[in-house]
């Protein structure tokens, strides 16, 4: 059994080197994805919190409707569906043949715009801890609009957000499993690749678990580590 | 001479290092209402805590009524003939929290019954009708159907002084019962607390009201660093104690000459 | 996009249903039993602590995709699971999707569980200890009835969370809704039109289970709408 987790190694019958780069793929999936939920939640917060009631609906029916389907669906809708309306657009464009979608793009992509629901959800929670008064002191100070934002709230809010942001970032990472159904070679297709040529499903797909785990443990460590630098300046806050 | 209703000897607590009682002794006769004042920190809700076993005193003697246990090692295990006087203890002597402690998920009516009930087994029809002359006596049988977090917190304390009641205790201890309130809400469950001190039941009562404890007590005790330095009638204890600090700390609190 | 088509690709999603709400049901039940042992284990000692503690965190912190695939695919590499009686059960997809999403339920609700003992308010548990009520019935007429209360919230959550991630059995050849969907697709390549109705099916579902649970939490717990106006008046 022990010779089996040499396979795991970076020798000539290892897989190591395999198990590696498809690790690095699913950092950068979930990077892109969170980085576009992070962009997307912050407009959508912003549509809750001050957007007229029109755009406000908008924002409330996006947050329902994300988080009311599962993520592999998004999924299969943005990859197969984009497939679907690429050959279309394609088509019209005069190409007949088959047409490929990045699996990457669709992925980071969907999870990415169910992500944003959640972050959202947090930002607007962090706001709303945010001491009214300090707001209104920047603005008889005389702030304008944009040093308000990261002069006052950006800092304070984001005691508040850190810890929801990173249970945020630790489903993406997770969700970015489900991606491997567009055949992207990251950490769930490789194990799954691997344990169908060594015929040791289990070995691997433990591998792949520890992969997934190792990345939200390191994660955690960085979040909670900037937790606790940031609190350390806002006593009062960060209680919610 | 009878027996004192409650009897405490030679109490002692540790907290870690901290020795916060130091040897109280008190008693407190059938119909007493004895008062305990003191700077916080000075081991006063400590000692009424150690009597129903919220607190477990390191060592001494304490008895309400015809129950007793003895104490002695500190942190010692309980045998079950002390888990059996604890159990006596307790159910001789109703208590008042400080921050009321209801039971959320019951209604006012539900509090007050649900010890004589689930604890005690009486018939819940018979429960019913003491409880809610329970909740009359205290003015709260129009709430009776209502949950805590829909009434005051003078209502809630009389609701739990009513659920204190309802047990049918031989004593009854109050731990800073208007401590959480607010000033306006205060008025209300002193009233109660006179009005069961003029009914001649035995209480312990520690608070900060000053003017009502003078006023409503046979007894005042002063507690300061985990010793009693000054007990006696109200008018020597409010009025002019041995003690200079005890003197000083009445005075400080600006009580009222009668 | 013909109103015809649509209908008829909702009918033959439908079928997926019942597999989908039966999956569910059964990772709660089974997940929610497991978690009831697991915050058993957590109270007993030191070792189950942590035994507790390393469960929860493989669960929560692995993809329940590969955990599917470790009971459906990993399993089977052990001739002593191959050749035991529970191998008739373990081949099946059904069974080992229902048992990976049971495994994964428990981790969740037993950190729900333990958020809602934790909430409980001592006070409440002082008052019933000074009135002599045994620990048992402490923990039977106070604790666990407010634990509940405090948990509903988050364990709604979980519940719709369940629903959405069965969808995952479509992955090991189970046809709920998703796996519906995927066969369809791949016979009528109109995904857009199929996966868009399959995910109309998850919402209605997953927003009726909302709105049960939210009547559920008003029935239990109490509205403070009906507090007393100013409060100098006297009651």
Same mark, same amino acid.
């Given at each position: 059994m ?23 793929? &699913? ?7 969170f ?5 997307l939640g912050t ?5 809750? /919190?001050?957007g ?7 924002a409330?029916?996006y947050?329902?409707v994300?988080r ?6 998004v999924?299969? *809708?943005f990859?197969f ?7 279309? /657009?394609?088509? /019209? ?5 088959p047409?490929?979608?990045?699996g990457?793009a ?9 992500s ?10 962090a ?6 008064g ?8 005389g702030?304008?609009?944009w ?5 006052v709230?950006?800092?304070q809010?984001t ?6 942001l990173?249970?945020q ?11 491997s159904v567009?055949?992207l070679?990251e ?11 060594t015929e040791?499903?289990?070995l691997?797909?433990a591998a792949?678990a ?6 939200? &443990? *390191? ?7 900037a937790e ?7 006593p009062?806050q960060?209680?919610? | 001479?009878?027996a004192?209703?409650?009897?405490l000897r030679?109490?002692h ?8 009682l #130091?040897?109280?002794d008190?008693?407190?006769?059938t ?5 305990i004042?003191g700077s916080?920190?000075?081991?006063k809700?400590?000692?009424?805590r150690?009597?129903?076993f919220?607190e477990q ?6 008895s309400v009524g ?18 059996a006087?604890?159990?006596a203890?307790?159910s001789r002597?109703g208590?008042?929290f400080q ?12 509090n007050?019954m ?11 029809a018979?429960v019913?009708?003491?409880a809610?002359?329970m ?7 129009h709430?009776r159907d ?7 917190g003078?209502?809630q304390?009389r609701?739990?002084i ?6 049918r ?5 109050f731990?800073e ?6 000033p306006?809400l205060v ?5 109660v607390i006179?009005s069961l ?6 209480m312990?009562?520690v608070?900060?009201?000053?003017g009502?404890? @003078?006023?409503?007590?046979?007894k005042?005790?002063?507690l ?7 007990a006696?009638?109200?008018a020597?204890v409010?009025g ?6 005890? #003197? @000083? ?6 009580i009222?000459?009668p | 996009m013909d109103a015809?088509f ?5 009918q033959?999603?439908l ?11 059964l ?6 039993l497991?978690a009831?042992?697991l915050a ?5 000692s030191r ?5 507790a503690d390393?469960y ?10 590969i ?8 399993l089977?590499q ?5 050749h ?7 081949? !099946? ?6 048992l990976a999403?049971?495994?994964n ?5 037993s ?7 934790r ?6 548990v !002082? ?14 007429r ?12 988050a364990y709604g959550?979980e519940?719709?969370?369940?629903l ?5 059995a ?6 709920d809704?998703?796996?519906?969907a995927r066969s ?6 109109r995904a857009?039109?199929?996966f868009?109705?399959?995910a109309l099916?998850?919402l ?6 909302t709105?049960?649970v ?8 109490i509205r403070?709408?009906?507090?007393p ?5 006297p009651?």
């Amino acid at each position: 059994m022990f010779e089996d987790l040499a396979l795991l190694g970076f020798g000539p019958e290892g897989w190591g080197r395999a198990l590696l780069s498809a690790a690095l793929t &699913t950092i950068a999936v979930s990077v892109c994805a969170f980085l576009t939920g992070s962009v997307l939640g912050t407009l959508l917060a912003w549509a809750k /919190l001050g957007g007229g009631a029109w755009l406000q609906r908008v924002a409330d029916v996006y947050g329902v409707v994300l988080r009311g389907v599962p993520d592999l669906l998004v999924i299969y *809708l943005f990859y197969f569906g984009g497939r679907q309306v690429v050959a279309a /657009l394609a088509r /019209l464009a005069g190409h007949d043949g088959p047409v490929d979608v990045s699996g990457f793009a669709a992925g980071a992509l969907a999870i990415g715009l169910i992500s944003a629901a959640g972050q959202a959800e947090v930002l607007r929670g962090a706001y709303g801890a945010i001491p009214g008064g300090t707001l209104e002191a920047g603005l008889v100070g005389g702030m304008g609009r944009w040093t308000l934002f990261y002069r006052v709230i950006v800092p304070q809010g984001t005691v508040t957000a850190l810890p929801g942001l990173g249970n945020q970032w630790q489903s993406v990472v997770k969700e970015t499993a489900l991606v491997s159904v567009t055949g992207l070679v990251e950490t769930m297709r490789a194990v799954t690749i691997a344990s169908g040529s060594t015929e040791l499903p289990f070995l691997f797909y433990a591998a792949g678990a520890g992969i997934f785990l190792a990345i939200t &443990t *390191l994660s955690g460590f960085v979040f909670r580590t900037a937790e606790w630098r940031v609190r350390r300046w806002a006593p009062t806050q960060g209680r919610a | 001479m009878t027996a004192p209703a409650i009897r405490l000897r030679g109490i002692h607590k540790h907290f870690g290092a901290a020795h916060v009682l #130091r040897g109280i002794d008190l008693d407190a006769q059938t119909g007493d209402v004895v008062s305990i004042i003191g700077s916080s920190g000075s081991g006063k809700s400590t000692l009424l805590r150690c009597i129903p076993f919220l607190e477990q005193a390191d060592s001494g003697e304490i008895s309400v009524g015809d129950a007793g246990i003895t104490l002695g090692q500190p942190g010692a295990r309980l045998t079950r003939p002390d888990r059996a006087a604890i159990r006596a203890i307790r159910s001789r002597v109703g208590f008042v929290f400080q921050n009321f402690n209801l039971w959320p998920h019951l209604t006012a009516l539900g509090n007050v019954m649900e010890v004589p009930v689930h604890v005690q087994k009486r018939p819940k029809a018979e429960v019913r009708a003491e409880a809610e002359a329970m909740l009359e006596k205290v003015g709260l049988s129009h709430r009776r159907d209502a949950y805590p977090a829909q009434l005051s917190g003078g209502q809630q304390q009389r609701v739990a002084i009513a659920r204190a009641l309802a047990i049918r205790p031989q004593a009854l201890l109050f731990d800073e019962p208007t401590s959480a309130l607010d000033p306006e809400l205060v008025g209300e469950v002193l009233a109660v607390i006179r009005s069961l001190a003029e009914e001649g039941r035995t209480m312990i009562l520690v608070t900060h009201e000053m003017g009502f404890a @003078r006023h409503v007590s046979t007894k005042a005790i002063f507690l300061h660093g985990g010793l009693v330095e000054e007990a006696g009638p109200p008018a020597q204890v409010f009025g002019d104690p041995h003690s200079e600090r005890c #003197r @000083r700390f009445v005075a400080g609190l600006g009580i009222a000459a009668p | 996009m013909d109103a015809a088509f649509l209908l008829a690709v909702l009918q033959t999603l439908l079928a997926g249903v019942p597999l989908t709400i039966g999956l569910t049901l059964l990772a709660l039940a089974g997940g929610g039993l497991l978690a009831l042992v697991l915050a058993g284990l957590r109270a007993s000692s030191r070792v189950g602590a942590a035994l507790a503690d390393a469960y929860v965190f493989v669960f929560r912190g692995s993809p329940l995709l590969i955990q599917i695939f470790m009971i459906y695919y990993g399993l089977p590499q052990f001739g002593f699971i191959r050749h035991s009686v529970l191998w008739p059960l373990l081949r !099946e997809p059904y069974v080992c999707a229902a048992l990976a999403f049971m495994l994964n339920d428990a981790a969740y609700t037993s950190e729900i569980l333990r958020g809602g003992l934790r909430a409980v308010p001592r006070g409440a548990v !002082e008052a019933a200890v000074v009135g002599n009520m045994r620990r048992r019935t402490i923990m039977r007429r106070i604790v666990l009835p407010l634990a509940v209360r405090q948990a509903l919230p988050a364990y709604g959550i979980e519940i719709t969370s369940m629903l959405k991630s069965t969808s995952l059995a479509s992955v090991v050849t189970l046809m709920d809704v998703t796996g519906v969907a995927r066969s369809l697709v791949s016979e009528t390549y109109r995904a857009i039109e199929v996966f868009g109705a399959a995910a109309l099916i998850y919402l209605v579902l997953v927003t009726a289970t909302t709105a049960a649970v939210r009547a559920l939490e008003r029935h239990l717990s109490i509205r403070p709408a009906e507090r007393p106006a100013p409060r100098s008046a006297p009651a």
